[in-house]
């Protein structure tokens, strides 16, 4: 991999690199348009559509008054091609020298403006051709600042392409890795497991693009890394077989910069529309845990690599006390709440040191590598306890429910042992009275071996 002029990791915007469901503003938007409708509307779409904020300028002037006071917060401009005070682009130079991604809006289009337009290393550019164009430029911004949290990886055995490539996607606000071959791509990708896009041209040393797409479908699937063939023939069997090998989509070179971002940007929008679609699928309605299927699917190979590792794992079973009793005297409804309130409280106190799963009903399952025997005891009598002292809302009156919790902390097994003998220490609690903990006989630890 390069790591000169082309950086191993080039990112294409640095600033607010915070989750996209981040409060409101964890970006901020300049927009340029001396027609203050056009303006409005545009600033209301942004508001009610993003998290953004939005800087107004209705002329060059007042563009520079801003940036010579915030251009070091602003993430993206939206800029039109004629103001009174600049009425052939010259805002977009102002905005350039800033550092700051435009998007440019032009109420005519033209090749040779089109042409102008990329030459200064916009973003894109809009056309105000109908009331759709808002909710377009709108739908960039959104991508754009996505684009700030993934990482996409190039291989192309052409020093040219790489740059071509690198300059684009730094414009598109992705961070970049670069490989000059199949076999360098291939062990960056498993160096950097969160790559959410692979570019890859045919012909390159070592390992072409078909053999690197076969490795690479191996380790993810076609709706979990979306991956872009490229090559400079014209022949159309060459797209084919990238197709069949596995690719996702095909770019011919050379292309313009509009095909080449809506081909990438249509491919990862199918990616998190898939992934959002597994996340709803994935998660319990109620508690917003992880299903019973969802569980045992990433618990799995949790435990698997720990037990490769030698590590101990933490399995805790945890089921509400007289669960029943609620539903029966209080309603489903309170019973529902109850169930919700468990989950809030699991994830307020564990966060994402526990793989957490309610497996059906009133039981639940808590999955971690992280914790000593001690370390577990401790944190799971807590959890008993806060759940002890809550009270819970069932509308007419507050309830308080306890729990009982068993744990297996072992290096030993697989999932379903552990649950089993946490299961089985589970039913001891409950047996001698209930709202407890009680972890199963520490296992004996040669220290010769």
Avoid: W
């Avoid at 435009?102 to 289009?109: A, C």
């Amino acid at each position: 991999m390069q790591t000169t002029k082309e950086n191993s990791v080039t990112r294409g915007a640095s600033r607010n690199e915070t989750s996209v469901t981040a409060p409101k503003g964890v970006a901020k938007i300049l927009v340029v348009e001396d027609s203050r409708v056009f303006a409005r509307a545009i600033t209301n779409e942004i508001e009610s559509r993003t998290n953004f904020d939005v800087c107004l300028a209705t002329d060059m002037k007042s563009a520079q008054e801003i940036l010579a006071e915030q251009s070091d917060t602003i993430d993206l401009a939206i800029l039109d091609y004629v103001l009174p005070d600049a009425p052939d682009g010259e805002v977009i130079d102002l905005v350039s020298a800033s550092g700051i991604p435009s998007i440019v809006f032009s109420g005519e289009y033209s090749e040779d403006l089109r042409d102008r337009l990329f030459e200064k290393d916009i973003v894109d550019y809009v056309v105000k051709d109908s009331p759709s164009c808002i909710e377009h430029v709108v739908s960039l911004l959104h991508r754009l600042y996505q684009n700030k949290f993934i990482k996409v990886l190039v291989a192309d055995d052409s020093s040219t392409t790489r740059k071509l490539l690198l300059s684009l996607l730094a414009r598109y606000q992705f961070q970049v890795i670069v490989a000059k071959d199949g076999l360098e791509a291939l062990d960056a990708f498993k160096a950097a497991p969160d790559i959410q896009l692979v570019i890859t041209d045919n012909t390159m040393p070592g390992m072409d693009g078909f053999d690197l797409v076969l490795e690479l479908r191996k380790l993810r699937s076609k709706s979990e890394l979306p991956i872009v063939g490229m090559s400079s023939t014209g022949n159309p069997l060459m797209s084919a077989k990238f197709i069949k090998y596995g690719a996702n989509d095909f770019v011919t070179k050379p292309f313009i910069p509009e095909e080449f971002s809506s081909r990438i940007f249509q491919q990862l929008e199918l990616m998190e529309a898939h992934n959002a679609l597994q996340e709803i699928i994935s998660r319990d309605f109620l508690t917003g845990l992880n299903t019973r299927r969802s569980f045992f699917e990433k618990g799995e190979p949790i435990v698997d690599v720990a037990r490769g590792e030698g590590l101990m794992v933490t399995v805790a079973m945890l089921d509400i006390d007289h669960f029943k009793t609620v539903n029966d005297t209080y309603g489903h409804g309170a019973g529902d709440t109850v169930l919700k309130t468990i989950g809030e409280i699991i994830f307020d106190q564990f966060g994402d040191d526990v793989l957490a799963g309610r497996l059906g009903g009133e039981e639940f399952c808590l999955l971690s590598t992280k914790y000593s025997r001690e370390q577990a005891e401790r944190a799971f009598k807590k959890l008993c306890q806060t759940i002890g002292t809550q009270k819970i809302d069932a509308g007419e009156e507050a309830l308080s429910i306890t729990i009982s919790i068993g744990v297996d902390h072992s290096k030993h097994g697989n999932l379903d042992m552990a649950i089993s003998k946490a299961d089985g220490a589970l039913y001891r609690v409950k047996e001698s009275g209930r709202n407890n903990v009680l972890l199963t006989d520490p296992e004996f630890i040669d220290s010769t071996s």
